[in-house]
């Protein structure tokens, strides 16, 4: 790691701070809550890295900051190591490398989300954590566009065909309980749910909550398998909450577990905020 630090030289300090925040201004700050809070600090990867100004507010929390991302020579911040990373390809690292990942707006731009989730399974330590922002589609504002358009919010047109490589569009958006199955089949246990900001948008369509929790419960009833009709009644609670109702963003917190040890279905396990 290098031998610079937040107080080393003042004028790069102040540079890095002002670099590009490619997620929203607010989604950035929750983020660096939440890695405010873990009891100790270790090594992390931060991807998609860009300029770097996620990864350097990480290293200032006392974070071992490694960024990845497709294009290093974007990154800015030298006195951090960014290494090619491709997040649509297994990742350049060895196993158990890392005890954080942190992901910001990024699974929705990949062209396999399973493999990815695998990879950061596969590079974390034991007890690690992931964490990771969406768009959460599933917000009322953006039901409502979706009603109307067929398209999702922050997903305002049809995806450019023409223009795959790199993938800046958003060709996978992906819901909460999309999220929760895949983090929990290969690997990890959701421990927290939250959110950066409350769209106006959604907040006029709110008096809809008591609707759509029995509708959920109508389209829900048929499972037959009991750890499943668990799970259900936590995500149904999810779903009807504040955060996935109101809320712009979808920022998971998820921890690597033992597969083999741990059952996938710990309702309990999810903090409230």
């Known amino acids: 790691m290098s031998s610079f630090n937040a107080q080393g030289d003042s004028a790069d300090a102040r540079a890095y701070d002002r670099l590009q925040i490619i997620a929203h201004e607010k989604t950035h700050s929750k983020v660096l809550e939440i890695f405010g809070r873990f009891p100790f600090r270790g090594p992390l990867l931060e991807i998609p890295a860009g300029e770097g100004a996620l990864a350097w507010q990480l290293h200032k929390l006392g974070y071992e900051v490694t960024g990845g991302d497709i294009d290093p020579g974007f990154f800015k911040v030298r006195p951090l190591k960014c290494i090619y990373l491709d997040m649509n390809r297994p990742f350049p690292l060895p196993d158990g490398s890392f005890d954080f990942i942190s992901c910001v707006e990024g699974i929705e731009h990949l062209q396999d989300q399973f493999q990815f989730v695998r990879e950061c ?42 223009s795959q490589v790199p993938v800046f569009d958003h060709i996978h958006p992906v819901t909460y309980y999309q999220l929760r199955y895949m983090l929990h089949t290969q690997g990890f246990q959701i421990t927290e749910i ?19 929790r029995l509708y959920s419960i109508r389209t829900m009833r048929k499972e037959r398998d009991p750890q499943q009709r668990a799970a259900n009644r936590e995500i149904r609670r999810i779903l009807a909450s504040p955060r996935l109702l109101l809320g712009r963003t979808l920022i998971l917190v998820a921890r690597k577990r033992d597969r083999q040890a741990i059952p996938v279905v710990q309702a309990s396990a999810v903090q409230e905020p």
């Open 121 to 162: 399974y596969r590079i974390l330590r034991p007890n690690g954590h992931l964490v990771m922002s969406t768009p959460n589609i599933l917000n009322l504002g953006s039901r409502l566009k979706f009603l109307f358009s067929g398209f999702y919010s922050l997903i305002p047109r049809p995806i450019n065909e023409f």
């Open 194 to 212: 939250a959110t950066d900001i409350f769209r106006r948008s959604a907040a006029g369509l709110y008096w809809l909550k008591p609707a759509i």
